[in-house]
């Protein structure tokens, strides 16, 4: 099974920039779907992004539409989430994810593989 790792979480003002990257250790990238998902305490684990194993598959959740970008690079094995205008409100752990789905997937049970997780910290 791959191992997934995750980098580049922070702390970050309001309305700021940080890219977060997942490196896939293992399995065959290429035929993974790749998602983001983040954590807050006491909340359950919330779909961020998603993206096929061709780049015409994209989710994002609504609201992070227009300030996220998800992207992957084959030859890389790694998996990419670009955050700009960041709020308040995106403060959580970013979760890197790898299922066996050909197409993007906003559904949690339908990955196999986890990273341990980074955290994004924005303030006001």
């Known amino acids: 099974q791959a191992r997934l790792v995750e980098s580049g979480g922070g702390a970050v003002q309001a309305g700021g920039s940080l890219k977060l990257s997942c490196e896939v250790y293992?399995?065959?990238?290429?035929?993974?779907?790749m998602g983001w998902f983040r954590q807050t305490p006491g909340k359950e684990r919330e779909f961020v992004a998603s993206i096929g194993w061709t780049t015409r598959w994209l989710k994002y959740a609504d609201s992070v539409k227009g300030r996220f970008t998800i992207s992957r690079n084959n030859s890389k094995n790694t998996a990419d989430l670009t955050m700009t205008n960041l709020k308040v409100e995106d403060t959580a752990i970013y979760y890197c994810a790898g299922g066996a789905e050909a197409a993007a997937s906003v559904t949690e049970t339908d990955y196999v593989c986890w990273g341990q997780g980074t955290q994004v910290t924005v303030s006001s």
């Open positions: 293992g399995g065959t990238f290429y035929t993974y779907t």
